[in-house]
């Protein structure tokens, strides 16, 4: 369960509320992207979802309840990285879809950071949700490993770091474009340092 600002769990609909919980989120999605962290609210939300403000706020409570529910979100997915037979490959793939994730909506980027330094729900949240696609990326390694392509002590996180990094520093920090070419570059480069024993435990 998520808590709340008042520390009172957010329910996890089902059935026909959990109609309500996608409009919602849509909608605290798109704010975010329009407005920011710091002018959104449950009002806005309520408009645009055409959900009542008094459901919002039983159910969410607040603004950071909304935000820290959005990343929640996340991990109810099945999102899972490519399988294409190489370790290069798979990386190239990786660092493709979070390049085309942050092209398409950077201004939700950015207001999901900074809401992060805003309140320690949404902080902790937006951790689990990054901690949540890393370990579910960790795939990647343990399948070249299998093949034989890297060393078997080769830490994991590290290397899915080093490959992603790259792509968050130039769309994220610099706000600066990142062709796909740059980003399959960054996935070659850790690829081949992983291949070359650098991210061993």
């Given at each position: 369960?998520i808590?709340?600002?008042?520390?009172s769990p957010?329910?996890?609909?089902?059935?026909?509320?959990?109609r309500?919980?996608?409009d919602?989120?849509?909608?605290?999605e798109?704010?975010l992207?329009?407005?920011g962290y710091?002018?959104?609210?449950?009002e806005m939300?309520?408009?645009?979802?055409?959900?009542?403000?008094?459901t919002?706020?039983?159910r969410?409570?607040?603004?950071?309840?909304l935000?820290?529910d959005?990343?929640?979100?996340?991990?109810?997915?099945?999102w899972?990285?490519?399988?294409?037979?190489?370790l290069?490959?798979?990386?190239?793939?990786?660092?493709r879809?979070?390049?085309?994730?942050?092209?398409?909506?950077?201004?939700?980027?950015?207001a999901?950071?900074?809401a992060?330094?805003?309140?320690?729900?949404?902080?902790e949240?937006?951790?689990s949700f990054?901690?949540?696609?890393?370990?579910r990326?960790?795939?990647?390694?343990s399948?070249a490993?299998?093949?034989?392509?890297i060393?078997s002590?080769?830490?994991a996180?590290?290397?899915?770091?080093?490959?992603t990094?790259p792509?968050?520093?130039q769309?994220?920090l610099?706000?600066?474009?990142?062709?796909?070419?740059?980003?399959?570059?960054?996935?070659?480069d850790?690829?081949?340092?992983a291949?070359?024993g650098?991210?061993?435990?």
């Amino acid at each position: 369960m998520i808590q709340r600002d008042d520390a009172s769990p957010i329910p996890r609909p089902g059935g026909r509320t959990a109609r309500v919980r996608a409009d919602v989120l849509a909608a605290v999605e798109r704010e975010l992207a329009a407005s920011g962290y710091d002018n959104l609210t449950i009002e806005m939300v309520a408009a645009s979802s055409g959900v009542h403000r008094t459901t919002i706020y039983r159910r969410w409570g607040s603004v950071a309840g909304l935000l820290v529910d959005l990343l929640a979100s996340g991990a109810d997915d099945d999102w899972q990285p490519a399988d294409t037979g190489s370790l290069e490959a798979d990386l190239i793939r990786l660092n493709r879809e979070v390049r085309d994730a942050l092209a398409q909506q950077p201004s939700l980027t950015g207001a999901v950071i900074a809401a992060s330094f805003r309140t320690a729900e949404a902080a902790e949240a937006l951790t689990s949700f990054w901690q949540d696609r890393y370990v579910r990326s960790e795939v990647v390694v343990s399948r070249a490993i299998d093949r034989g392509e890297i060393p078997s002590d080769t830490d994991a996180q590290r290397l899915l770091i080093a490959c992603t990094a790259p792509v968050y520093h130039q769309l994220v920090l610099l706000r600066q474009p990142m062709t796909r070419a740059a980003a399959d570059r960054a996935a070659k480069d850790a690829a081949a340092a992983a291949r070359a024993g650098v991210y061993v435990r």
